[in-house]
């Protein structure tokens, strides 16, 4: 199934929620922390991903949580993603690692997230433009989702500036709605904290997926999101959730803890549809 | 011994060829395709750094020829690292890996490069911002090369919209120049394919260094980069080859063609001084 078949399928059971699987040493469970980080990280999230995987649309490792860890790490996303392919191959999974180097470079890329880990979709960076992502865009049974606003507080130092009546970020918005999503594998990526920007690129790509980090920790509201970011068919978005779902408790039932604040959280969506 | 006082050495030394090592299976020579990617690799780079240490500036590899074989790429790429740590202690090594996350997750890659795999500079992503990237602005220790003006036939599409009267790539260049570089330790990465741009970009750094690649293979030449992007000193530069170089000959000669062909470049780039 492709990604979009994938996400479609979540859509229509209304799940929207996606959980980052960002593990962090430090904040693991104390009983994890005697075994190697590449043990306490696959202990651990295999168990997040039991416990709510039938209330996700979608499960998104961040590369930089596993790179920290170096090859070790490398094992331990490895590890992650044939779990969930094996285990919930009905959900996709999408590795944010925001990538983007020129043209003959991306295939080292693209080759690691698409035929080593076997992931559904990646983040990608714009600023070397759409022709050096050919190699991204040109695979049609994947899906990449380009850094439209990113929703750290200081994302405005260009995305924000003016070019004639518009905003950077709406001019990538635009770019990759009508130049690069020829084969309708694209989505952007908007953060949670940013209501206006998420209205003006929903108004800007149409029924486009957009996957948005940045709720909770961050200071996002399921209320924003739902208001502005919906497509036509009341769909579109995927709700990223990383800190607050999977350190939720760092006793032995985080699982079941994070498992309830997904099912929180998930519920607020649909109750603001 | 810092960033800075390493490349300062090599260019004291007029030395300013930096040999990308950025490893494709398929291009190796052939006695070497009945091992492992990882061994492979690892037995034809330390070959190709062992000739060309004296020549070059600096070694640079690219991750997304490692990561393209998952853990064991990591694994190469970790072992090159030391091997020239090891090897050569005065050879400053550029993680390219042109990453660029939101804050707190960006201390995954700066674990990654600078605790892990002990580089001593990396290129960065500018789109998210400084305030995205202060955990790499702070490794005073280390060196932050920001994509400015990039390589590819297609970076204008965003790099050279205009703003007022400055293009894109201008304003990134100027604010990594006054609000970045607070703590001395950045550089911008410019392409060698644009000469007009590079001379653009010198102006506006002054004497911070740049990282050049695209020289060769993607079209650029050493007299345009002499010509255009040289700091007040006739120094500041950092000029990547890597497939003309680890290419020249896919025999059993390949180190010895690959230190000629390095020479040849670093001889053409100290004519033009």
Not at 25 to 31: G, I
Not at 72 to 90: F, K, N, R
Not at 186 to 211: F, H, N, Q, W
Not at 255 to 263: D, G, L, T, Y
């Amino acid at each position: 199934m492709s990604f979009q078949e994938k996400i479609q399928n979540k859509w229509d059971q209304k799940k929207f929620l996606c959980v980052g699987l960002d593990p962090v040493f430090e904040k693991l469970p104390k009983h994890l922390h005697r075994k190697s980080p590449k043990q306490a990280f696959t202990q651990f999230l295999t168990q997040i991903i039991d416990r709510t995987a039938d209330i996700v649309c979608a499960f998104k490792p961040n590369s930089a949580f596993y790179e920290a860890y170096g090859a070790h790490g490398w094992e331990a996303l490895e590890y992650v993603c044939s779990y969930i392919q094996a285990a919930y191959p009905d959900i996709p999974i999408i590795l944010d690692y925001k990538r983007g180097d020129i043209g003959n470079t991306n295939h080292g890329y693209v080759e690691s997230a698409f035929e080593q880990l076997q992931v559904d979709a990646v983040t990608v960076q714009p600023y070397a433009g759409k022709e050096s992502l050919t190699p991204f865009l040109e695979q049609t049974d994947s899906f990449i989702f380009v850094l439209v606003k990113t929703s750290n507080p200081g994302s405005g130092e260009f995305q924000s500036l003016e070019l004639d009546d518009k905003k950077l970020y709406e001019v990538v918005a635009e770019h990759v709605a009508v130049e690069w999503n020829t084969k309708g594998n694209c989505g952007v990526v908007v953060g949670a904290t940013y209501s206006e920007e998420l209205k003006r690129v929903r108004t800007i790509i149409g029924d486009m997926p957009i996957l948005i980090p940045g709720l909770g920790s961050q200071g996002g509201t399921v209320k924003d999101i739902v208001t502005n970011a919906l497509d036509s068919k009341k769909q579109g978005i995927i709700v990223n959730s990383s800190r607050e779902v999977l350190y939720a408790s760092n006793g032995t039932d985080f699982a079941e803890a994070a498992r309830s604040k997904a099912q929180l959280l998930s519920d607020t969506i649909t109750k603001e549809l």
